[in-house]
């Protein structure tokens, strides 16, 4: 079955540009997450939706970045008047259930990642 | 924070040998799983630990959790050149929040 997808898998943007980074969860998935991933460090969590509440933005690194999950499947992130500080993969995951649950299966699917680059 | 920490950063040993990888946090979990990301990729689920286990196996990975230390190992046995990745903990604390370590960079040289 398909996995996670997020597109665009690249996006360069000029400095001030504001972008939409696009994920396709599992279908039927409740959970989706949003994480920030630099180079050679591991993924941040930014924000994450139980269906479409957005239960958790604390991540979330300014008022600059938006995310939604309108229709409670696909999500979008949005990061408005880009910075070179952003430029980052950013990587989606779902989970056929909520995280809290602890339950075997709690784990997350992870899309391939938007690699980001803000000249 | 409750981020998990893996050590060592990077480990490279030869195809055959086993590999061990660490991973502290600091906070309560209710559970702890073990991550793989190939170069430029997603992470990929390997294996889930809950707070009431202490050991785990799958295939040839064993994952180990010392709550009362705040610890965790994963060793891979028997390694393979296919084995050359990222490996991250992830620990599940409150809030529906995960948190990931920095990773420990494996290479199996062939």
């Known amino acids: 079955g398909a996995g996670v997808s997020q597109s665009p898998r690249y996006k360069v943007a000029k400095r001030g540009q504001d972008v939409a980074l696009r994920c396709d969860p599992i279908?039927?998935?409740?959970?989706l997450f949003w994480y920030q991933q630099a180079l050679g460090q591991g993924p941040e969590f930014l924000t994450y939706f139980q269906n479409e509440a957005q239960l958790d933005k604390s991540g979330l690194p300014s008022d600059r970045f938006f995310a939604e999950r309108p229709e409670g499947s696909v999500s979008t992130l949005k990061i408005q008047r880009t910075q070179q500080e952003d430029s980052a993969v950013y990587l989606c995951?779902?989970?056929?259930?909520?995280?809290?649950?602890?339950?075997?299966?709690?784990?997350?699917?992870f899309g391939p990642g938007t690699r980001l680059t803000v000249l | 924070s409750q981020q998990g920490e893996e050590d060592p950063q990077a480990l490279s040993i030869q195809e055959g040998e086993n590999a061990t990888m660490n991973c502290s946090y600091k906070?309560?979990?209710?559970?702890l799983q073990w991550y793989r990301q190939n170069s430029g990729r997603g992470l990929v689920h390997l294996i889930l630990?809950?707070?009431?286990?202490r050991e785990k196996h799958s295939g040839r990975l064993r994952v180990t959790l010392d709550t009362s230390k705040k610890s965790s190992s994963l060793l891979i046995t028997a390694s393979r050149a296919a084995d050359t990745a990222s490996y991250f903990c992830a620990t599940e604390g409150n809030f529906n929040k995960f948190y990931f370590g920095s990773g420990t960079k494996l290479n199996v040289k062939p």
């Open positions: 995951a779902s989970s056929p259930i909520p995280p809290s649950s602890g339950g075997v299966n709690a784990e997350q699917f």
């Open positions: 630990i809950r707070s009431n286990e």
């Open positions: 279908s039927g998935h409740v959970s």
């Open positions: 906070t309560s979990i209710n559970n």
